[in-house]
């Protein structure tokens, strides 16, 4: 938002807040208008985590997609496909051990359409997978959407997972003057949601968004 593109301050927020799970969307890989730069190599080295990538577009030697970087074994990894009008989006999930104090852990990034439609048609492929996916189970992703659109409370219904900023409703998009909320952590009732902020930053254009959580009592 300030016309600095930088990898580099991007993972300074990152290890700023120290989280066990990082999800990304919009990450790029050896593509031209961003200097060619590696961003899943450079995230992980800068991070010092695992970095798993899903590639939802090839253009030449490069790509474009979603990404988590974590602590923690990876016990399973997954790619999907969701219906798409122009721009191919999908959902990268992971199945996770022994992360942040839990045995297991499921999670989906995702990154949702820019039509009405398209997004209700996406909401029902992933609210098919997540009720496929084990539990306890954590979804965070751009939805593109206010917390009043049709295919996210579709997405909510069908799964019965929570939304951790449901109560303040806080606005994440433009990062410089927030006047829109489209970026959301979803989690299934397995979990308890401990702490929830949205995070000062124009790193990024969206504020990135935190959230602590422990197993159910």
Request: charged share 25%; net charge negative; hydrophobic share 40%.
């Amino acid at each position: 938002m300030d016309d600095r593109r930088s990898t580099p301050r991007i993972a300074q927020v990152v290890r700023s807040l120290s989280p066990d799970l990082v999800c990304f969307q919009e990450i790029h890989q050896r593509l031209p208008w961003s200097g060619g730069e590696d961003q899943p190599l450079l995230l992980g080295q800068l991070l010092g985590r695992a970095f798993v990538f899903q590639r939802l577009l090839h253009i030449g030697f490069g790509g474009f997609g979603n990404g988590i970087a974590l602590r923690g074994r990876i016990g399973e990894r997954k790619e999907h496909l969701l219906p798409s009008k122009k721009e191919q989006r999908g959902v990268l999930e992971l199945r996770l051990h022994d992360i942040g104090g839990l045995h297991r852990l499921t999670v989906f990034c995702t990154h949702w359409g820019l039509q009405e439609e398209e997004r209700r048609q996406q909401a029902a492929e992933l609210a098919a997978l997540i009720n496929a996916a084990p539990r306890p189970l954590i979804l965070c992703g751009d939805l593109n959407e206010g917390a009043d659109g049709a295919a996210l409370r579709h997405l909510l219904i069908e799964t019965g997972l929570r939304d951790a900023d449901a109560e303040r409703n806080q606005a994440t998009y433009p990062s410089n003057a927030p006047s829109a909320r489209i970026d959301y952590i979803l989690y299934s009732p397995e979990l308890t949601l401990r702490h929830y902020e949205v995070v000062a930053s124009e790193a990024s254009d969206h504020r990135p968004i935190l959230a602590d959580f422990d197993r159910a009592s």
